[in-house]
Nanobody, 119 residues
C-alpha cells in the first residue's frame, strides 16, 4: 500500500513563512511528479504548485513569487515553502503524487493539512 503523509499545517500570522512536507511511502517503483492543491471553505480544490519528473515547476498565479515547491533527490518528498502568507491562503492543503506502481501510473492524494493565516 502506498501512502502520502503531509505535515506542517498550522496557524500562521500574515506576512510570515511556513513550510509543508509530503512524503510517499510504501511499495512503489518511483514517484513521477508531485504537487500541492488547496481547498478553501466553499471553494473548489485548486492547483497551487506542481513539480514534474524533470523538475519543471508550475504555480498558480495567486502564489507565484511567494511559494516555492521543491523535492528531495529521490523524488519521494515534496516541500512547499510559503512566504509572505496572506489570509486568503487559508485552506486545507492536499498533496498529490503521480506514482509508478508497476505496470501503471496512479494518482494518490494525501489526507490534507490545514493552514490558517490570521492575526
Amino acid at each position: 500500500q502506498v501512502q502520502l503523509a503531509e505535515s506542517g499545517g498550522g496557524l500562521v500570522q500574515p506576512g510570515e513563512s511556513h513550510r509543508l512536507s509530503c512524503t510517499a511511502s510504501g511499495m512503489f517503483f518511483s514517484v513521477y511528479a508531485m504537487g500541492w492543491y488547496r481547498q478553501s471553505l466553499g471553494e473548489q480544490r485548486e492547483l497551487v504548485a506542481w513539480i514534474g519528473v524533470d523538475g519543471t515547476t508550475n504555480y498558480a498565479d495567486s502564489v507565484n513569487g511567494r511559494f516555492t515547491i521543491s523535492r528531495n533527490s529521490n523524488r519521494t518528498t515534496a516541500y512547499l515553502q510559503m512566504d509572505n502568507l496572506k489570509p486568503e491562503d487559508t485552506a486545507v492543503y492536499y498533496c498529490k503524487a503521480e506514482v509508478i506502481i508497476l505496470p501503471s501510473k496512479r494518482d494518490l492524494w494525501g489526507q490534507g493539512t490545514q493552514v490558517t493565516v490570521s492575526s
